[in-house]
T-cell receptor
Framework: SQTIHQWPATLVQPVGSPLSLECTVEGTSNPNLYWYRQAAGRGLQLLFYSVGIGQISSEVPQNLSASRPQDRQFILSSKKLLLSDSGFYLC??????????FGSGTRLTVV | AQTVTQSQPEMSVQEAETVTLSCTYDTSENNYYLFWYKQPPSRQMILVIRQEAYKQQNATENRFSVNFQKAAKSFSLKISDSQLGDTAMYFCAFYSNYQLIWGAGTKLIIKP
């Protein structure tokens, strides 16, 4: 079966610390992968998407970066977190002719 | 640029009633997909229903159905026999060319 995993579920990090959120997909190959951020009570903002290994498209210039070191792995990173990076981060996998399937999300609080 | 508008920030209905959530969008594309996603308090984003623009027939999934009016660029979601578990944020989304454009969401509360 095809599944998507995202971790950690919750993260509290101090300002200036690094960040690494990981997302992996199982049961498929060469998926289109996405990172979204959602502020409280708001819609989703696309941060990055990837159509293949090493291929990253950035939608919003910011303090974050993304990498895709393996076909089914998508990583969201930051070298130095800002308070404004707090939010709910969702990884998604685009299933052809079906739609997007989302991971369970990471609630990031920068203190 | 494509936009998605959900004009109802919040709605509430009694359990077992039928409720309709509205969504309009703007695009010059002819081929695209439309989705309704549900986000309960757990914040897991769950696909409720999808519609291909080239299909005239309205999509249905059990108690959920859509009224897709392509010319009017309208895509409303109808929930029949609403249940307490339907309480959630509902997002309308438009997809074309790797871009998924989201509406602002409608908070739906089902009252017992």
């Amino acid at each position: 079966s095809q599944t998507i995993h995202q971790w950690p579920a919750t993260l509290v990090q101090p300002v200036g610390s690094p960040l690494s959120l990981e997302c992996t997909v199982e049961g498929t190959s060469n998926p289109n992968l996405y990172w979204y951020r959602q502020a409280a009570g708001r819609g989703l903002q696309l941060l990055f998407y990837s159509v293949g290994i090493g291929q990253i498209s950035s939608e919003v210039p910011q303090n974050l970066s993304a990498s895709r070191p393996q076909d089914r792995q998508f990583i969201l990173s930051s070298k130095k977190l800002l308070l404004s990076d707090s939010g709910f981060y969702l990884c998604a996998w685009e299933r052809t002719d079906y739609g997007y399937t989302f991971g369970s999300g990471t609630r990031l609080t920068v203190v | 640029a494509q936009t998605v508008t959900q004009s109802q920030p919040e709605m509430s209905v009694q359990e077992a009633e039928t409720v309709t959530l509205s969504c309009t969008y703007d695009t010059s594309e002819n081929n695209y997909y439309l989705f309704w996603y549900k986000q309960p308090p757990s914040r897991q984003m769950i696909l409720v229903i999808r519609q291909e623009a080239y299909k005239q027939q309205n999509a249905t999934e059990n108690r959920f159905s859509v009224n897709f009016q392509k010319a009017a660029k309208s895509f409303s979601l109808k929930i029949s026999d609403s249940q307490l578990g339907d309480t959630a944020m509902y997002f309308c989304a438009f997809y074309s060319n790797y871009q998924l454009i989201w509406g602002a969401g409608t908070k739906l509360i089902i009252k017992p």
